[in-house]
């Protein structure tokens, strides 16, 4: 089965410094990753998605991740943080336990909270 | 505008009384899913259904309910079996296909009175 972890449930950065937030999966099937970032009382927005091919993916607002397979790793990175950073982010593994007409589900992380100081 | 409502933004619940939560989607998207949000526990999943008409527990059924009665909408009831419904609760859509990304609406904050 799928699982996700993801290393500190809260990351403190100043504003202009790097963002690095980690993600490590298990998964018996090749992943499909996702990150996504929740400001508080809303839902999740998707920050970018890894399928397949290119393991550099591109996100909005800056953000980018690199499936590193041999690491089992999903890393979120900035490289300048921003106030308007400050949210908790989710690292997610898509559930490919049934391919046809599959449950599709996703596993997610605990969850990242960044504060971004002045 | 497309996209999915969660309706209310918050709600209260007396003791002994069932509430229901609504998920309306313009989206178009056969997969319908609720998770429960709790501070430090992430996203847990309720119930899901793939198609009208079907849906699957998920890992916290215990105290809720859904229907699938029509594409667009998949609404939650929280039953007074569920002892302690205080949380944040998730309304997400899907299309098919493993590699597409769930989308969220934004949420109904169910507190008790």
């Known amino acids: 089965a799928q699982s996700v972890t993801q290393l500190g449930s809260h990351v403190s950065v100043s504003e202009g410094a790097l963002v690095l937030l980690r993600c490590n999966y298990s998964s018996s099937v090749p992943p499909y990753l996702f990150w996504y970032v929740q400001y508080p009382n809303q839902g999740l927005q998707l920050l970018l998605k890894?399928?397949?091919?290119?393991?550099l993916v591109k996100g909005i607002n800056g953000f980018e991740a690199e499936f590193k397979k041999s690491e089992t790793s999903f890393h979120l990175t900035k490289p300048s943080a921003h106030m308007s950073d400050a949210a908790e982010y989710f690292c997610a593994v898509s559930d490919q336990r049934t391919v046809s007409g599959g449950s599709e589900k996703l596993v997610f992380g605990k969850g990242t909270k960044l504060t971004v100081n002045p | 505008d497309g996209g999915i409502t969660q309706s209310p933004k918050y709600l209260f619940r007396k003791e002994g009384q069932n509430v229901t939560l609504s998920c309306e989607q313009n989206l178009n998207h056969d997969a319908m899913y609720w998770y429960r949000q709790d501070p430090g526990q992430g996203l847990r999943l309720i119930y899901y259904s793939q198609i009208v008409n079907d849906f699957q527990k998920g890992d916290i059924a215990e105290g809720y309910s859904v229907s699938r009665e029509k594409k667009e909408s998949f609404p939650l009831t929280v039953t007074s079996a569920q002892k302690n419904p205080t949380a944040f609760y998730l309304c997400?859509?899907?299309?098919?296909?493993?590699?597409?990304?769930?989308?969220f609406g934004d949420g109904t904050r169910l507190s008790i009175l």
């Open positions: 890894y399928t397949t091919g290119a393991t």
């Open positions: 997400a859509t899907k299309s098919q296909g493993a590699s597409q990304p769930q989308h």
